[in-house]
């Protein structure tokens, strides 16, 4: 085994010299060299050894800092989500179903910062040039000062980048990308965490924003290594059904801005245009009332989003019930049925239940529960709730309902779209009505009895 080098350095000018001296002869000053303690213990070629770098700048706490500057894209609901805008030397990873508008939306927030003064690339590695021509003319983009290029190797793109210096660059997709020290295929988890590295590198060094395009698995997840998402300041997730004109952009993270903001974009023939009033359209197709229908007043990011919630339930043929959801998981509604049958009394057994969120909408919030239970015991009684009514509220595995964040938000914006009465769980924070008539529940037993007359 080869025998450790001994290093020495000067305290006060840090020269090195491999032997002790008790005079530095760079600065002339005497007894200030000393022995250097290795950085780690363990074989050289597996450790850090005794190689000594540079010591990082450190502040304090209380240093005040300029807020990063935001380029706005003109485009509210992406910037919305972006929390305010493009950061510069950001890294954004975007992912979606396929065919659901990703290169669409990108491409229209391309020419949108471009035209902001942005010096804008478009790389795509899955099109041709040609093709991506082709989306832009049919978007009306044509004239839009965006330089466009189709590569796929990582070598030769950092190499463009590092000379154009661009403030914006789109990659389309980061499967495609492949590293040429890397010996797997495009793809592959070594090709896509070489790739992301390198490219979210590059935007901290040259201060450029990055966007990434993700393709994602069956189950909704960015495909490739989770690491990716670590490696990037924002993660977007573009949401929607194939049978539904509507988009949802979601943050999932965001370094620079809240998470779980929305935007909502409404897919047309010229691309996609921004819902600036997401209730008014998620509401829009509701008719006269009809039972299994319930009106939820839920919160996405900071924004207030009302949304309607449709239960079917229906004699099962089977020996086995169904349980179906769409937009809504699927063990938090087993959840809500079993407490509605311990708690009040009221069984689903030989029932089958269907559940959807109208409108293409995911809700994961908890603030949920008391509209998927009114909209259950609608449709289990056959009786329609009221159609100027809200209700929000968290169930819990007792029966009572617990308080929801943001009521006075969540009230405001109902009565903005016309509704006058709300039902909601007793406690949380004192606020407004905002004109309402608010009634306010202890328990689920104390809903059942006042709403549908049963206890």
């Not at 290169?103 to 003064?117: D, H, M, N, R, W």
């Not at 899955?126 to 003319?137: G, K, L, N, T």
């Not at 509401?283 to 009332?289: K, L, S, V």
């Not at 229908?293 to 099962?316: K, W």
Request: a neutral charge; charged letters at 20%; hydrophobic letters at 40%.
């Amino acid at each position: 085994m080869a025998k450790p080098i001994t290093t020495f350095s000067c305290a006060e000018c840090g020269a090195t010299s491999s032997k002790w001296s008790g005079r530095c002869e760079a600065c002339g000053a005497w007894n200030s060299i000393s022995e250097d303690i290795p950085l780690s213990a363990g074989p050289s070629g597996k450790t850090l050894g005794t190689a000594r770098g540079k010591r990082v700048a450190l502040s304090d706490l209380s240093a005040k800092e300029a807020p990063p500057p935001r380029t706005s894209s003109g485009l509210d609901e992406l910037d919305r989500v972006l929390g305010g805008g493009l950061v510069p030397a950001s890294a954004i990873l975007v992912g979606g179903d396929p065919g659901i508008g990703k290169s669409t939306l990108l491409l229209q927030a391309a020419a949108a910062f471009a035209g902001k003064g942005l010096k804008t690339f478009y790389i795509s590695g899955e099109e041709a040039s040609a093709q991506v021509r082709m989306r832009a003319a049919r978007l009306g983009l044509q004239n839009a000062p965006v330089q466009l290029g189709a590569d796929t190797s990582l070598r030769d793109i950092l190499t463009t980048l590092d000379e154009e210096r661009p403030d914006l660059v789109i990659i389309d997709s980061i499967q495609t990308m492949w590293s040429d020290i890397v010996d797997s295929a495009p793809g592959s988890v070594s090709q896509v965490r070489a790739a992301a590295h390198e490219l979210t590198t590059f935007a901290k060094r040259r201060g450029a924003a990055v966007i990434l395009v993700g393709h994602v698995t069956k189950e909704g997840q960015i495909a490739g290594p989770r690491v990716v998402e670590h490696m990037v300041d924002t993660v977007l997730y573009f949401e929607g059904e194939r049978g539904h004109q509507f988009r949802i952009l979601r943050a999932v993270k965001n370094r620079f801005g809240p998470a779980d903001e929305i935007g909502v974009f409404e897919m047309t023939g010229a691309g996609l245009s921004e819902v600036s009033n997401p209730s008014a359209l998620f509401m829009g197709e509701r008719g006269r009332p009809t039972p299994g229908s319930a009106v939820f007043a839920g919160i996405e990011g900071t924004r207030p989003v009302l949304v309607e919630i449709q239960a079917l339930v229906a004699p099962s043929p089977h020996s086995q019930a169904r349980r179906a959801t769409v937009g809504w998981d699927g063990s938090r509604l087993a959840t809500i049925l079993a407490v509605l049958e311990a708690r009040c009394g009221i069984p689903f057994a030989g029932l089958d239940v269907y559940l959807n969120v109208a409108g293409g909408m995911k809700v994961s919030e908890p603030a949920a529960d008391l509209a998927v239970a009114a909209a259950l015991l609608s449709a289990r009684e056959d009786s329609a709730l009221p159609p100027d009514c809200v209700v929000f509220g968290e169930i819990s595995l007792s029966g009572a309902l617990r308080p929801v964040g943001q009521t006075e938000n969540r009230l405001k914006e109902a009565a903005k779209l016309g509704f006058s009465s709300a039902i909601a769980p007793e406690g949380g924070k004192p606020g407004g009505n905002e004109g309402l008539r608010l009634m306010r529940m202890a328990d689920l037993t104390s809903f059942v009895g006042e709403v549908f007359g049963a206890g």
